[in-house]
């Protein structure tokens, strides 16, 4: 069976509707989407309802008869007690985990963790296309995107369009993508494409798997063998990129944790919020899908929990997750697309300047190639080593959606080797102290900073870094820097040892040491110095600061207390004060980007979701979970 697969999706950003041609991929070219095997995913029974065939504990009825069956026992029960009801379409909290169960993702208890990772899972609405003891599978059913492909941007493993009769290539057909979900998505390196229709005839059936009555699940080929049989149009498809999947007992877990609704719903209530998805004219991908499951919410009696966390911070960041990754921009500025196409190089210099002008070192006044040029080779000499860097001081953190640590973070990078950059954050202090013992018996305790998410493999108990910056202690050797190549940077790294002995020795105090734990690390590809931390300063996640500002923002993070619920707002302050000083500030001149629909502004939402990442990560709980408000 032939493999399917379009164009990259680098391109596919560039416009709603592609026309790119083959040759413009160049060696950047990647799939997007792969057929999905129907071998591959034979629907078995799910043993969580498999007790229910047994022919002496009920009536002979098929898997349709049997979910209308159950859910007439259940609109009876309530109608009983709310009173008759004319519906016909219906839905209900099961629990059962089977194909063409409806997944409810609830707002609680996982409020804080859908806002700061994996936002699609926030609020989404699952269809289980496959369960069996090892494995589940279901596609995200109100996540679409605007994203159109042709049938020339579907191609096989040769790299040429998919198109099997001379009707494809006469009448173009556009096919609509929906994110499907994480697993073999649309931007992987393996992507996967399925797609639902109602088409019962004899060939559909044929080329298709039945979820449940009136659902059925195909792949590209077999929707274009459907078309090309006149008997379907691409506009009677909703073609999803990607899946979700749990392995065995995982989506059970979920379950017990209470981080799903598992709903029974009939099929006329899915495909009209599918159609609704596709035929409203002001459906924008940023609103990420939230009127189909406020709707499936009511319908099972939960509409409450929807509406008490709209507006929500989860909200907010799965609408700029939603603008990020499936909302696809007609337009691209000019310089972009020639530096892309490989035009002049004072267009190329002009995208330089520009990554430039955002680092916070205004030091000197060399060309932006200079820059870019010097460190490359301080980065290849190993003499980045010693840098004090910050996170990006765009309006749009780069870390809003993911590793929210790094947002407004100050790190002081440790090695940058041929294989990795090693550094380590100094803004995170953390619940946990380090003693130390003087030689005349008395104990002192040193709080403990956080690094980074990396430690030492097969280290239980990993190792203390203890930094200091003060200059009395550099000229008692004590310590040394952390650049071999140039001993005047202001912070030096020393032993344990070193830092009783300067204490006891009244040559310092404990504030003036820090105490970190954790590394923060950036791989480097092979034979390509652009990795590593050059690789996330050149394109802009991180600014490299002025050394003549380390002291000062010393000053203000030696400051910080041990980290505790009463002390996390002053500790957030001055970790917000140390940036600032690390560089110039935002341009509160220029006009506020605001979250999709919301007066709430993208980088206020970039300074709470650090707030949020604090009070998970480092409290070991959310304690402002709720309405979004904003902080103080």
Same mark, same amino acid.
């Given at each position: ?91 209900? @909290? !099961?629990? /059962?985990?089977?194909?063409? =169960?409806?997944?409810?993702? +609830? ?5 804080? %963790?859908? #806002? ?83 088409? @019962? !005839?004899? /060939?559909?059936?044929?080329? =298709?798997?039945?979820?449940? +009555? ?5 792949? %590209?080929? #077999? ?410």
């Amino acid at each position: 069976m032939n493999t399917i697969a379009v164009y990259p999706i680098y391109l596919l950003l560039l416009s709603p509707t592609i026309a790119f041609q083959y040759g413009h991929v160049g060696k950047r070219h990647a799939s997007i989407c792969r057929h999905h095997r129907l071998s591959e995913n034979i629907i078995s029974p799910s043993p969580l309802f498999a007790n229910q065939d047994d022919e002496n504990d009920a009536p002979n009825l098929d898997d349709d008869d049997w979910r209308s069956f159950r859910a007439r026992l259940v609109l009876e029960n309530k109608q009983g007690e709310q009173g008759a009801s004319s519906s016909t379409t219906w839905a209900y @909290d !099961s629990g /059962l985990i089977e194909p063409g =169960s409806i997944i409810l993702a +609830k707002t609680e208890p996982d409020f804080c %963790y859908f #806002g700061l990772s994996q936002q699609y899972f926030h609020k989404a609405v699952l269809l289980v296309t496959y369960h069996s003891s090892e494995f589940t599978k279901g596609i995200i059913l109100n996540r679409p995107t605007n994203l159109h492909l042709d049938d020339e941007d579907f191609i096989d493993e040769s790299g040429e369009p998919f198109i099997k009769s001379d009707n494809a290539l006469e009448d173009m057909n556009s096919w609509r993508i929906w994110f499907g979900g994480d697993v073999n998505g649309m931007y992987s390196d393996d992507p996967e494409i399925v797609c639902l229709h109602s088409i @019962d !005839s004899n /060939l559909g059936k044929n080329l =298709s798997e039945e979820i449940i +009555k009136n659902i059925f699940l195909t792949n %590209y080929e #077999g929707a274009r063998k459907l078309i090309d049989a006149n008997e379907a149009t691409s506009q009677d498809f909703w073609v999803f990129a990607g899946y979700c999947g749990w392995s065995a007992g995982q989506l059970l877990d979920e379950l017990k944790h209470e981080s799903w609704y598992m709903v029974s719903a009939d099929s006329q209530t899915v495909w009209s919020e599918l159609v609704r998805q596709r035929d409203e004219d002001d459906n924008d991908p940023r609103d990420a899908g939230l009127k189909t499951y406020s709707k499936l919410m009511q319908m099972i009696d939960k509409g409450h929990e929807a509406q008490e966390l709209s507006e929500s911070f989860a909200d907010l960041t799965l609408k700029e997750w939603a603008a990020e990754a499936i909302l696809f921009n007609s337009t691209v500025s000019e310089a972009v697309l020639a530096y892309e196409m490989n035009n002049t190089d004072v267009t190329r210099e002009a995208l330089l300047d520009e990554i430039m002008d955002s680092f916070s070192s205004k030091a000197g006044a060399i060309g932006s190639v200079d820059k870019i040029v010097k460190l490359a080779h301080d980065a290849k000499a190993g003499k980045l080593s010693g840098a004090l860097l910050r996170g990006s001081s765009a309006q749009r953190s780069p870390f809003l959606l993911s590793d929210q640590k790094f947002h407004k973070a100050l790190i002081l990078l440790l090695q940058d080797e041929d294989a990795v950059s090693v550094g380590v954050m100094l803004n995170h202090p953390t619940t946990d102290t380090h003693p130390i013992t003087l030689p005349n018996g008395n104990t002192l305790d040193i709080i403990i900073r956080y690094g980074g998410s990396f430690g030492i493999p097969g280290v239980v108990e990993q190792p203390i870094i203890f930094l200091h910056c003060k200059s009395q202690l550099r000229k008692l050797g004590i310590g040394e820097s952390v650049n071999k190549h140039d001993d005047t940077g202001n912070i030096w790294i020393c032993s344990e040892e070193q830092v009783k002995r300067s204490i006891s020795e009244g040559h310092a105090t404990p504030r003036d040491f820090m105490a970190v734990r954790g590394l923060s690390i950036w791989n480097k590809e092979a034979d390509e110095i652009e990795g590593g931390i050059l690789g996330e300063i050149l394109m802009g996640n991180f600014e490299v600061v002025d050394p003549i500002r380390g002291p000062e923002i010393w000053c203000t993070l030696i400051s910080q207390a041990q980290m505790s619920i009463d002390t996390l707002d002053r500790n957030c302050r001055l970790a917000s004060e140390a940036w600032s000083v690390a560089g110039e500030s935002v341009d509160t001149t220029l006009t506020q980007q605001c979250v999709y629909d919301s007066t709430v502004k993208v980088s206020e939402l970039s300074d709470d979701a650090l707030r949020y990442w604090q009070e998970a990560f480092l409290l070991g709980g959310v304690i402002s979970a709720g309405k979004y408000t904003g902080f103080e």
